[in-house]
């Protein structure tokens, strides 16, 4: 409840005003409809429904082999590809028991971080845009164009890669990639400082974000929220860290969470600030991966002949951009999955909403929308 | 500019038969300049505004190489573009809209502002109508616009547009008080409402080097400025308080529904309302058509471009808030309103009548 609002406000009671926000909305981060119970300006109700970009993501995957599901995997979180596919080539290698050379785990660190980066720009900047700023929305996109560049040097596109293949990936670093992605790390470190400058520490923008749409720790964790939105609670639980998948445990990095610097614990501009801190950390993954990487080596050596895994069942989760990115393929024994169960991280985050919306006004439920990060192409599926 | 005019029809034999023939003429005749002046101004500053935004983004804005399909070198026939579309695109009103009160509302609100430049002289002799209460009047035909946006909202029949109307008119009818009271302390120091006396009282210099503008005069007149000019852009709805037309909330707030020609005129009154804003501004602190040189570069068309520039200035100020500041809250923006601004703005007349009693 926005206790703070009703403190200020006081409690006036009108007649009550059914909105639709979406789906066709400039702020609902893809087609979502909310529909809002409105006192004036006060929401009173949030119901959000969601179905809009499903495309049977899961039904798809049971009538196709395991590498044609790839492709499918990039369009589920169109924001974070390479996660996705990192996340469901992670799955299938632990049902298959296939182990990747030590170079194909470099380079999935390499492009998920660097994904990661490209995640949290647009979250960053579109958040921005959700509280009015439009500057800093633009710059964010400047900073993730690069990025994308880089990506469709490495494998032709800039938004669904199907770069990440089970037990390698589809093609080495190209000549200069590796030297290019440094420049690019070397311009993009100090551009996070234009960040904090231009947006973190603005006044009106602590003003709108600080305070609002407060998730406390035990809400987050009983709604089975995740990623930067559970640390901007103050959890300190990143599955790099706690189920170490692939080579993270190798790295020296930080897990950021929110502190209530400038509001309450878990609010708006906690989960901002557990963002940008992120890309700090991405970064620095990054350029030890990139210091360590052995250079030469086949990407596709251990890419199975084919893909048949035997009986059974696997449960896999990874830590994509917006959070606990599970992957539940059950097998029998053919080419394709008889289960595929995908556990979006976003959909848990937009589950939450109405109990940490409510009591607030319009504009502020259009920045909790944007501090959640959702992509509905995850939710949907 | 109507009194030169009558001036001169009186001496044409057949005109000075028929006063009232006379009157219309001449009204019409100072009425067309500032006609085309809002029209120029808008295209000019959409242009402006466009180059500013995309210089402040790190972009290049509207480009292109000459005439034909690009906009003209540097984009510089963008807005010309932009104006052919809009007056050639289809005029929609919804099923459901209100259909007298949709079509009057962009035309109330352009009136409004119309009249208001009427008021506004660009130098001692360009006025369209010289008023001994000028500032008043202008305050008060401001205020006119209001009624255009709540109309807009109502009549449009659509939840965005009436969330954008009631917060335009919570905000515009808020803001024009503290607007008002820090446009007092400058009356308090000239004694009168009319622009001629206002920007006489501010001629010569301070301190030697100063010219005697009145935001220079003391301490309470340069706070009283920056009053007025936040309170004045909150008046004419830009970021950081374009809550009406916040477009990541609201959609398009009030002119969702409007498009082509009706929805043109609110985006010209935006415009001519900013210029309005910066003119006022200008004329009350920063010493309209004077020089920052005192006794060099005055008068005529020389005034003229001092009160340009000064009104641009303001204008790209008012852009440079756009492109760098978050939207407040509604309930923020009242807050800021009455908590802040109106004690302030109190204040300043307070302390601007102790210092030219006592300190002077």
Redesign the interface.
């Known amino acids: 409840m926005g206790v703070a609002l009703e403190k200020e406000l006081g409690t006036v009671h009108g007649e009550e005003m059914i909105l639709n926000i979406g789906p066709q909305h400039p702020s609902t981060h893809g087609v979502l409809r909310l529909r809002v119970k409105t006192d004036g300006e006060i929401i009173t109700e949030i119901i959000p429904y969601i179905g809009y970009l499903h495309r049977c993501f899961e039904k798809h995957c049971e009538n196709l082999t395991y590498e044609q599901a790839i492709p499918f995997t990039d369009r589920c979180d169109y924001i974070g590809s390479m996660n996705n596919n990192f996340g469901y080539a992670v799955a299938v290698e632990q049902l298959m028991d296939i182990k990747v050379s030590e170079k194909v785990e470099y380079m999935r660190v390499i492009v998920a971080e660097m994904n990661r980066l490209a995640s949290h720009l647009l979250a960053i900047g579109t958040f921005g845009l959700d509280v009015g700023a439009f500057t800093p929305f633009l710059y964010c996109f400047r900073d993730r164009e690069r990025i994308l560049d880089l990506f469709e040097m490495l494998c032709g596109a800039r938004l669904l890669y199907n770069y990440i293949w089970i037990g390698g990936v589809s093609h080495d670093f190209p000549v200069g990639w590796v030297e290019k992605t440094y420049d690019f790390l070397d311009y993009f470190e100090p551009k996070i400082a234009e960040y904090n400058e231009l947006l973190t520490y603005n006044k009106i923008f602590i003003e709108r974000s600080a305070d609002v749409g407060v998730i406390p720790a035990e809400v987050a964790i009983s709604y089975g929220v995740t990623g930067p939105n559970l640390r901007g609670s103050g959890v300190r639980w990143d599955i790099r860290k706690e189920e170490t998948y692939g080579i993270y445990d190798r790295f020296d990095f930080d897990v950021p969470i929110g502190t209530g610097a400038m509001g309450s614990l878990g609010d708006c501009w906690d989960r901002y600030y557990v963002r940008l801190r992120e890309l700090e950390e991405s970064v620095k993954i990054t350029r030890q991966a990139l210091d360590s990487m052995p250079r030469d080596g086949d990407v596709h050596a251990a890419v199975p002949k084919k893909i048949r895994p035997k009986a059974g069942h696997v449960y896999s989760r990874t830590e994509s951009p917006r959070g606990d990115l599970g992957f539940y393929i059950a097998s029998d024994g053919s080419d394709t999955p008889i289960r595929l169960k995908m556990r979006s991280p976003a959909f848990t985050a937009l589950s939450c909403l109405d109990e940490i919306a409510r009591g607030w006004m319009i504009s502020d439920v259009i920045a909790i929308l944007g501090s959640l990060d959702i992509v509905l192409g995850e939710i949907d599926r | 500019m109507v009194d030169y005019l009558l001036d001169i029809f009186s001496g044409i034999g057949w005109l000075s038969a028929s006063p009232n023939l006379a009157f219309v003429l001449a009204v019409t005749l100072s009425g067309l300049p500032i006609f085309l002046f809002m029209a120029v101004n808008a295209l000019v500053a959409v242009y402006a505004e466009r180059k500013v935004?995309a210089f402040?983004?790190?972009?290049l804005g509207p480009m292109g190489q000459g005439v034909g399909l690009h906009a003209g070198k540097w984009g510089l026939l963008q807005t010309v573009a932009d104006a052919v579309k809009l007056l050639t695109k289809e005029d929609i009103i919804p099923a459901s809209a209100d259909r007298k009160l949709f079509i009057l509302a962009p035309f109330i609100l352009f009136i409004g502002c119309f009249v208001a430049f009427a008021g506004l002289p660009f130098n001692e002799h360009v006025v369209a109508a010289d008023f001994n209460l000028g500032i008043f009047y202008i305050l008060a035909m401001g205020s006119v616009g209001v009624i255009g946006v709540i109309l807009a909202g109502y009549s449009s029949n659509n939840?965005w547009s009436l969330?954008g109307a009631m917060r335009s008119a919570a905000q515009i009818i808020s803001y024009e008080i503290p607007a008002g009271l820090s446009l007092l302390a400058v009356i308090m120091l000239t004694g009168s409402l009319a622009f001629r006396d206002i920007v006489a009282a501010q001629t010569g210099t301070t301190l030697g080097v100063l010219p005697s503008w009145f935001i220079f005069d003391n301490p309470f007149t340069f706070f009283a400025f920056w009053l007025f000019f936040v309170a004045g852009v909150a008046e004419v709805n830009r970021?950081?308080f374009?809550?009406p037309e916040?477009?990541?909330?609201?959609?398009a707030g009030f002119h969702t529904e409007y498009s082509g020609m009706r929805w043109s005129f609110f985006f010209l009154t935006e415009y001519a309302n900013m210029f309005i804003v910066a003119g006022v501004a200008a004329l009350a602190f920063l010493g309209g058509w004077l020089s920052p040189f005192p006794g060099y570069f005055e008068g005529g068309l020389w005034g003229i471009f001092w009160f340009m520039s000064k009104a641009a200035f303001l204008i790209f100020i008012m852009m440079w808030f756009?492109?760098?500041?978050?939207?407040?809250?509604?309930?923020?923006l009242m807050?800021m309103c009455w908590k802040f601004f109106m004690p302030a703005s109190f204040l300043t007349i307070v302390g601007v009548g102790i210092w030219d009693l006592f300190i002077r």
């Not at chain 2, 402040?56 to 972009?59: I, K, L, S, T, V």
């Not at chain 2, 756009?322 to 309930?331: E, N």
């Open positions: 935004s402040m983004q790190d972009r939840k969330y970021t950081p374009d809550l916040a477009e990541s909330e609201l959609v756009r492109w760098t500041f978050p939207r407040l809250r509604t309930d923020q807050r």
